[in-house]
């Protein structure tokens, strides 16, 4: 089973959807231990079962005795038995959701990295006549999770799972086997939609995560390590935690933290409520640690997914700069670095670094070495807040940027584009 691993990024540093390619550091990393996996395999959720204990009254009893035998054989029928099963909501649950996740098997071939190797001259003198037979071409093979939201065959998964996929296969739980059809995938925000020819079939409820709390009771069902239908229970840990926090400032999502005891092949699967319904699709770890998991909060996913099933696509606004969020120390260390070519007058704000050229911010004359405060009108203090904006924004809008220039106040209109998606997926 292959992963697919995320570079580490700089959580203060991001590019307002530009190639990743046109992006350097500035500020010195603040999470440089931590590298997120996006694993193309897989995100689960560990914990220990919750049970609902039948009530016991202890003391003295509250139901009246009799000396009558039709009495006392009603009240010791009605007093719990040492034998009765414990109620349990989480096993309810999966009896319920388990039949509408589905494990996502992907196949695509890709060019052999020892072929060039076995060519070099040193290898053919070596070997000789022995000399091994290396493919240019090999298939690389994954493993990842997905679950049903529309009867007809309509599935939610990561677009990491599918990305590059020759060929998809779906396996339901009953053991029923089907080719699926990746009808689009989005990899700033790693949604993906996949179709079977199928009818009739298990759903899941969509919930709200807009609403999620920390400490409520999290759940997720997924396939990891080749071991279908295994279900995990932990909590949600945090709730809006920003790209660039998590290390994916490339990413547009504000991320579901869980407990998650991440395993590879649960990527995609469902992350649920206590009530059953889906909030988030799982999604990442930070490597080297534990119960740091991510999940893409459901609302996100729906309104991508919407996209992708009408059009195949999705349109995010953009800029066209590469920032950084300013703050003392990131202000001394630019002014203190003679290779920065840049000169910072303030303490806060989103410094600019470098404007792609012909990108709508190069257009509307933005330069590097401007300082972001305000867009719209609205104040904004740090990068993830600026890429907020423009997402917000939508395609084709007027942003009104207030910044500062040199320590002089002024103002811009800058027109968002819409962000190159074949550079996305490159990237």
């Known amino acids: 089973m292959s992963t697919y691993p995320q570079p580490q990024s700089n959580p203060n540093e991001t590019l307002n959807s530009a190639p990743r390619s046109h992006r350097r550091k500035v500020a010195k990393q603040s999470a440089a231990a931590l590298a997120l996996v996006l694993l193309g395999v897989g995100v689960g959720v560990g914990g220990d079962y919750l049970f609902a204990h039948n009530s016991m009254v202890t003391g003295t009893s509250a139901v009246a005795q009799s000396n009558s035998p039709e009495a006392n054989k009603k009240a010791t029928q009605s007093q719990p038995s040492d034998d009765a099963q414990p109620y349990n909501r989480i096993a309810e649950i999966v009896q319920q959701v388990g039949p509408a996740v589905v494990r996502i098997d992907s196949s695509r071939t890709v060019n052999n990295p020892n072929a060039d190797l076995f060519n070099e001259p040193f290898f053919r003198n070596f070997f000789g ?36 996929a020759e060929q998809v296969t779906v396996t339901l739980k009953d053991g029923r086997t089907f080719e699926g059809k990746v009808m689009g995938k989005d990899p700033v925000t790693d949604v993906a939609v996949v179709k079977i020819a199928a009818n009739n079939l298990p759903t899941l409820k969509i919930g709200d995560s807009n609403s999620l709390q920390p400490g409520e009771m999290a759940i997720a069902i997924g396939n990891p390590m080749g071991l279908d239908n295994t279900v995990t229970e932990g909590i949600i840990s945090a709730t809006g935690r920003t790209a660039g926090q998590v290390g994916v400032p490339d990413k547009r999502v504000d991320f579901i933290q869980t407990d998650a005891a991440i395993n590879p092949g649960n990527s995609g699967g469902p992350l649920l409520n206590q009530r059953g319904e889906v909030i988030g699709i799982n999604t990442a770890i930070i490597q080297g640690a534990q119960g740091l998991g991510f999940a893409i909060p459901i609302d996100t996913a729906r309104r991508i997914s919407d996209q992708l099933i009408a059009s195949g696509k999705v349109e995010h606004p953009f800029l066209g700069i590469q920032m950084v969020t300013l703050t003392p120390e990131v202000k001394q260390e630019i002014n203190s670095n003679p290779n920065s070519g840049l000169s910072v007058y303030e303490d806060k704000g989103v410094l600019v670094v470098r404007v792609v050229p012909d990108s709508p911010a190069d ?21 993830d807040a600026l890429q907020e904006a423009v997402e917000n924004s939508g395609v084709g809008k007027n942003l009104e940027l207030g910044l500062k220039r040199n320590g002089q106040e002024m103002n811009l209109a800058v027109k968002a584009g819409a962000y190159p998606t074949a550079q996305a997926e490159t990237n």
């Open 129 to 164: 006549s022995q000399m091994p037979q290396m493919p240019d071409k090999e298939v690389q093979k994954g493993t990842g999770s997905g679950f049903i939201i529309n009867d007809n065959g309509t599935i939610l998964t990561n677009a990491h799972v599918v990305d590059g």
């Open 363 to 383: 257009k509307a004359g933005l330069r590097a070495g401007d300082v972001i405060e305000q867009v719209n009108g609205q104040p904004v203090e740090d990068a």
